[in-house]
């Protein structure tokens, strides 16, 4: 059995229900899974998991949100070496840079050692049942690899 963490970013919703979707998945399969709001805990809180799983919006103009940026800065700075990284992400097509905080969290992922699970699941808006789906699937990846 894994300990998953999940960080969120999350100002109307949507981000913190894909993470539960993500988190009910883990859990499911046998996992532990904490799920915390990103201004409530520090990167290096990553390193007491087996799975380290970011779930963020964008905002802007495909910009981070605010409350993110310390955690996303620290992030490269933290050794997750032996760890498994996931990222996913909501945020909206009608925008130019669509859910563009999810790339950027992978990239700070690659700084880290951590591996990658399974790809990164976007989701426009709020998940509806094909998103559901793929945020299942993302779960399952990530858990298959323990
Ligand atoms: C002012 C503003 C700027 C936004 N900019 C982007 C953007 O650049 N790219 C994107 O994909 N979504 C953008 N969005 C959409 C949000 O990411 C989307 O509504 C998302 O579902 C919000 O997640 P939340 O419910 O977890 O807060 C923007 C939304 C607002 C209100």
Redesign the pocket.
């Known amino acids: 059995m894994a300990l998953a963490k999940i960080v969120y970013a999350?100002?109307?919703?949507?981000?913190?229900e894909i993470a539960d979707i993500v988190s009910n998945k883990l859990e499911e399969l046998g996992h532990d899974v904490e799920v915390d709001e990103c201004t409530t805990v520090d990167a290096a809180d990553f390193e007491d998991a087996d799975i380290a799983i970011v779930a963020t919006?964008?905002?802007?103009?495909?910009?981070l949100p605010d409350e993110i940026v310390d955690f996303y800065e620290d992030l490269q700075d933290v050794d997750l070496s032996g760890k498994i990284f996931g990222v996913i992400g909501?945020?909206?097509?009608f925008?130019?840079?669509?859910?563009?905080s999810v790339d950027e969290f992978e990239e700070q992922f690659g700084l880290t050692g951590a591996t990658k699970g399974a790809d990164s699941v976007k989701v426009d808006?709020?998940a509806e049942d094909e998103d559901i789906e793929n945020l299942e699937r993302f779960a399952e990846e990530i858990a298959a690899k323990f």
């Not at 919006?57 to 910009?63: A, N």
């Open positions: 999350s100002m109307t919703g949507n981000t913190e919006y964008t905002y802007g103009d495909g910009d909501s945020g909206d097509t925008y130019d840079y669509f859910c563009k808006l709020a």
